[in-house]
C-alpha cells in the first residue's frame, strides 16, 4: 500500500501495487514454514472446506477495506464500516476460496509463460495496464513498465518484493478465474425448440373465466390444526428450513439513556461560555485544541470543508470574528476567524518520499532531499529519480506523479507548500510520514480561504440522565430471570422487543446499535438464559434474554412452528374449499354454471401470458395460470389450488403470436443464452455454498 494513502487526511487505500521484476517470480515458488495445528486453530477465523484464513491476515485485509470505504464515504472510522468491511472480507474469502478449490478439481492452471504474456506480452493484464499508464497521456506506457522492472531488479526492497507478487497473483487468479467462467459459459446452450417455447410463453395470449373461492372466506375458527396437518406441510417443504448458520431468537428491554431537553441546555451554556472565552484569546489554536471535543487541524481550508452553518458565514465575515453557536447533529459549534486570503483551488503535484528513519534521521533524510532536489534543477529526470529513491509505492510506478488534487487532501505541511509555492518551483518538506521533495506542477483557480480556530461540543447524556436510566435497568435486571421476564417487564412498564433469528455477526437490534460483547453473550448462552450483566451503548441499557437457539442445518418443525402456522392453516383450508368445489363442478358444463351453485360469479380475464402469471386484481398464481395454458378451449378443469384460494378454470380462447424467422429466432437464442449463462454462474456459485463444510468463527474475534 502506497505511503502517500496515509498523506490523506480522509483515510484511504491505494491499490496500485508495484514491486519486483517478472524473472524473479516466475523462477520459483513461495515457501511458508508451517505453524503447529493447535496455533493455527486458535487464530482461525473461519475455514471453508478444510481451508483456513487466519486472524492476522483477515483482519489486514478488514483494515485496508475499511480505510477504503472510509475514504469513498469522506468519513471517519465507525463500528458500522468496519462491521461492514469484516462481512465484504469474509464474503471475498468464501467465494475466492470456493472458485479456488473448484479451479484445482477441474486442473486449470496458468502456465509461466501464459503469465509471462499476461505482464510483457502484446496483451497485458488490466491490472498491468492500470499501473503503467501515463496520467498525463493515460495510454499504457511499455517503456516505463520495462524501465521499472529494470530499476527494481537492482534496488528492490523486501516491501516491493511482497507487492509484486500479490499482483502477480492477482493476475493468475483474474485468468483462472476467467477460464472458470468461460467454462461455464461455454456449457450453456439453448435449442430451438426450448426459444420456441420460450417465445410463445411471452406472446401467446390466453383468455379464460375463472371462479375462485377465497381462503379467508373460511374463518380460522371454522378448522382445526393437527400435529399431522404441521408435519405434512414441514415434510413438503422440508428445504426451505435450512439455516445457512446458527441463529438465535432474543427478547430484550431497552432502557433509554438519551440527552434530554436539560442536558442540551447545559451543552449550550457551555458553548455559550467557551464563545465568550474564545473571543477573548490570544492563543485561539492552542484554546481550541484543549475544549473542543473534536480536534479540527488549525490549517486553512476552502469552502465545503466544514459542517453547513459555518461554511455560510465563515467565509463572509472579517478577521477576528467569531461565530456560533450553531447546532448540526446534535452538536454545538463556534468558530473564530484568525486570518483569510485568496488561493489556488487546486494543485497538479509530483513528490519523491524519503524515510527518515532509513536514512538516519530528518536531518540526513533532509540533506539527502536536498541533494535530490539539485539534480532535478539541473535538469535530471524526475520520473526516474521517483522511481529510484521514493518510498511512496502508489505514486512512483507513474513517476511521482500525485495528480491534481485540492486543498484539504493532504498533510498541513504538505498542503502549505503546494498551495503556497509557484509553479515550478521544487520544493523540500517534512511531515510525520517522511521527507518530501515536491514539484509543483500547476495551480488551477483561485477563491478565498480562511484559517479558523473551530471548537464543538456535543450533546452528550448527564449523569442525571444515565443515573435515571441505570437505574430502572438495574431494577429490572434484579428482578428478571429466565421464567417472568416478559411479565416483569410488563409490570414495570418496560417495552419488551424481540429478534427472531438474530445471526452471530449482527451489530443492530431492531435498528439500534448494540455491543458486540451483548452479541457474544447471546451465541454462548444457553436456552432461557438472562443476560449476566447490564449491557450499554452510547445511549441506552440492555438487558436480554435467550428464547431459542436454531443449529445450523435443517430447523426442526417445532422451530419453524410459529412460522408456518398460516400457510398450514391455507392447507386445512384448500381442502375444504376444493371438497366444495369439486361438488359444485360435478355436472357442470361450465365455470358459469358451478358458480351459480355457489352464488358466485366466474371472472373473465383477457390476454394473460404465461411467462407473467398474474390475474388482474388478484395476485400471482402461476398454478392458476398453468393450468389454464394446459386447457382445450372451453374445457372446464378439475379444482387448483393457488396461492389466494382454490380455483377452476375455463379457457374461452388462444391467441397464437406469428411465426419466429430465422432471424428472430437466432436473437432470441442469443438472448437466452446470455440469461441462462449468467444465471447459470449464480446458482453455481449457491450450490457449492450450501455443498461446502463453511467454519464461520469471526465472532470470536469481532
Known amino acids: 500500500m502506497g505511503l502517500m494513502s496515509y498523506l490523506r487526511n480522509r483515510a484511504g487505500l491505494v491499490v496500485t501495487i508495484i514491486g519486483l521484476a517478472i524473472v524473479a517470480f516466475l523462477l520459483g515458488d513461495i515457501i511458508n514454514v508451517g505453524t503447529p495445528f493447535w496455533a493455527k486453530s486458535q487464530n482461525q477465523v473461519g475455514s471453508v472446506n478444510g481451508e483456513s484464513i487466519d486472524y492476522q491476515v483477515f483482519n489486514a485485509q478488514v483494515d485496508q477495506t475499511t480505510a477504503m470505504y472510509q475514504q469513498q464515504m469522506g468519513g471517519a472510522a465507525s463500528p458500522q464500516i468496519r462491521s461492514y468491511a469484516v462481512q465484504q472480507v469474509w464474503n471475498q474469502f468464501v467465494s475466492q476460496e470456493l472458485l479456488k478449490q473448484e479451479i484445482e478439481k477441474l486442473g486449470l492452471t496458468v502456465g509461466k509463460d501464459e503469465l509471462n504474456s499476461l505482464v510483457t506480452g502484446s496483451n497485458p493484464s488490466p491490472q498491468i495496464v492500470q499501473a503503467f499508464t501515463n496520467p498525463e497521456t493515460g495510454v499504457f506506457d511499455k517503456n516505463q513498465l520495462n524501465t521499472f522492472i529494470s530499476q527494481v531488479n537492482t534496488q528492490g526492497t523486501p516491501e516491493m518484493v511482497q507487492q509484486w507478487d500479490m499482483l502477480l497473483e492477482n493476475i493468475r487468479n483474474e485468468r483462472l478465474n476467467q477460464k472458470y467462467s468461460n467454462l461455464l459459459s461455454n456449457s450453456v446452450y439453448v435449442t430451438a425448440l426450448e426459444a420456441q417455447e420460450e417465445y410463445n410463453q411471452r406472446n401467446k395470449l390466453a383468455n379464460f373465466k375463472y371462479l375462485m373461492l377465497d381462503y379467508s372466506s373460511v374463518k380460522d375458527g371454522e378448522i382445526k390444526l393437527t400435529d399431522s396437518d404441521y408435519k405434512a406441510y414441514y415434510d413438503a417443504h422440508k428445504n426451505a428450513f435450512k439455516n445457512p448458520e446458527e441463529t438465535r431468537s432474543i427478547e430484550y428491554v431497552l432502557f433509554d439513556a438519551t440527552p434530554t431537553a436539560n442536558d442540551t441546555a447545559a451543552t449550550k451554556s457551555t458553548i455559550d461560555q467557551l464563545k465568550t472565552e474564545l473571543i477573548n484569546s490570544k492563543t485561539d489554536s492552542l484554546f481550541a485544541a484543549v475544549n473542543s471535543d473534536t480536534k479540527h487541524p488549525f490549517t486553512y481550508m476552502r469552502k465545503g470543508q466544514v459542517s453547513p452553518d459555518l461554511d455560510s458565514v465563515l467565509f463572509n465575515v472579517p478577521v477576528g470574528t467569531t461565530v456560533g453557536p450553531f447546532l448540526s447533529n446534535g452538536v454545538y459549534e463556534i468558530a473564530k476567524v484568525v486570518d483569510a486570503k485568496f488561493s489556488p483551488d487546486s494543485v497538479k503535484a509530483s513528490h519523491i518520499l524519503l524515510n527518515a528513519t532509513k536514512e538516519g534521521g530528518v536531518d540526513k533524510a533532509t540533506a539527502k532531499a536536498d541533494s535530490i532536489k539539485g539534480l532535478i534543477q539541473k535538469g535530471e529526470s524526475f520520473s526516474a529519480l521517483a522511481v529510484q529513491f521514493s518510498e511512496d509505492q502508489g505514486s512512483k510506478v507513474n513517476g511521482g506523479d500525485l495528480g491534481t488534487f485540492p486543498r484539504g487532501q493532504m498533510v498541513p505541511e504538505f498542503d502549505e507548500a503546494v498551495f503556497s509555492g509557484k509553479p515550478g518551483e521544487v520544493v523540500v518538506v517534512n511531515s510525520r510520514f517522511g521527507t518530501h521533495i515536491i514539484k509543483i506542477e500547476k495551480q488551477i483557480g483561485n477563491s478565498k480561504i480562511v484559517k479558523a480556530a473551530i471548537v464543538d461540543k456535543a450533546i452528550n447524556s448527564g449523569k442525571a440522565t444515565t443515573d435515571a436510566a441505570y437505574a430502572k435497568a438495574n431494577n429490572f435486571f434484579g428482578d428478571a430471570d429466565k421464567k417472568n421476564f416478559s411479565e416483569v417487564a410488563a409490570k414495570q412498564g418496560a417495552k419488551l422487543q424481540k429478534i427472531d433469528r438474530a445471526v452471530a455477526m449482527d451489530n443492530n437490534f431492531n435498528g439500534v446499535e448494540v455491543p458486540r460483547d451483548l452479541v457474544r453473550w447471546v451465541f454462548e448462552a444457553k436456552k432461557g438464559e438472562v443476560s449476566e450483566k447490564i449491557f450499554d451503548t452510547?445511549?441506552?441499557?440492555?438487558?436480554?434474554?435467550?428464547?431459542?437457539?436454531?443449529?445450523?442445518?435443517?430447523?426442526?418443525?417445532?422451530?419453524?412452528?410459529?412460522?408456518?402456522?398460516?400457510?398450514?392453516?391455507?392447507?386445512?383450508?384448500?381442502?375444504?374449499?376444493?371438497?366444495?368445489?369439486?361438488?359444485?363442478?360435478?355436472?357442470?358444463?361450465?365455470?358459469?354454471?358451478?358458480?351459480?351453485?355457489?352464488?358466485?360469479?366466474?371472472?373473465?380475464?383477457?390476454?394473460?401470458?404465461?411467462?407473467?402469471?398474474?390475474?388482474?386484481?388478484?395476485?400471482?398464481?402461476?398454478?392458476?395460470?398453468?393450468?389454464?395454458?394446459?386447457?382445450?378451449?372451453?374445457?372446464?378443469?378439475?379444482?387448483?389450488?393457488?396461492?389466494?384460494?382454490?380455483?377452476?378454470?375455463?379457457?374461452?380462447?388462444?391467441?397464437?403470436?406469428?411465426?419466429?424467422?430465422?432471424?428472430?429466432?437466432?436473437?432470441?437464442?442469443?438472448?437466452?443464452?446470455?440469461?441462462?449463462?449468467?444465471?447459470?454462474?449464480?446458482?453455481?456459485?449457491?450450490?457449492?455454498?450450501?455443498?461446502?463444510?463453511?467454519?464461520?468463527?469471526?465472532?470470536?474475534?469481532?
Request: aromatic letters at 4%.
Open 538 to 702: 452510547d445511549q441506552h441499557f440492555i438487558v436480554a434474554r435467550v428464547v431459542d437457539i436454531q443449529p445450523k442445518g435443517h430447523l426442526s418443525l417445532e422451530a419453524v412452528k410459529p412460522q408456518i402456522d398460516a400457510q398450514v392453516k391455507n392447507e386445512v383450508k384448500a381442502k375444504m374449499l376444493t371438497e366444495k368445489l369439486n361438488n359444485a363442478l360435478n355436472g357442470a358444463s361450465n365455470v358459469d354454471q358451478a358458480a351459480q351453485k355457489l352464488g358466485k360469479t366466474a371472472v373473465a380475464v383477457e390476454n394473460i401470458v404465461l411467462a407473467n402469471p398474474v390475474l388482474p386484481g388478484v395476485a400471482l398464481e402461476p398454478a392458476v395460470v398453468g393450468t389454464a395454458f394446459g386447457l382445450q378451449p372451453n374445457k372446464v378443469s378439475k379444482s387448483v389450488k393457488g396461492i389466494q384460494g382454490v380455483y377452476a378454470v375455463q379457457v374461452n380462447s388462444f391467441v397464437n403470436p406469428a411465426e419466429l424467422v430465422a432471424s428472430d429466432m437466432a436473437n432470441q437464442k442469443k438472448q437466452m443464452q446470455a440469461s441462462k449463462s449468467q444465471r447459470a454462474w449464480a446458482s453455481i456459485y449457491q450450490a457449492l455454498q450450501n455443498k461446502a463444510d463453511i467454519d464461520d468463527n469471526r465472532i470470536r474475534f469481532y
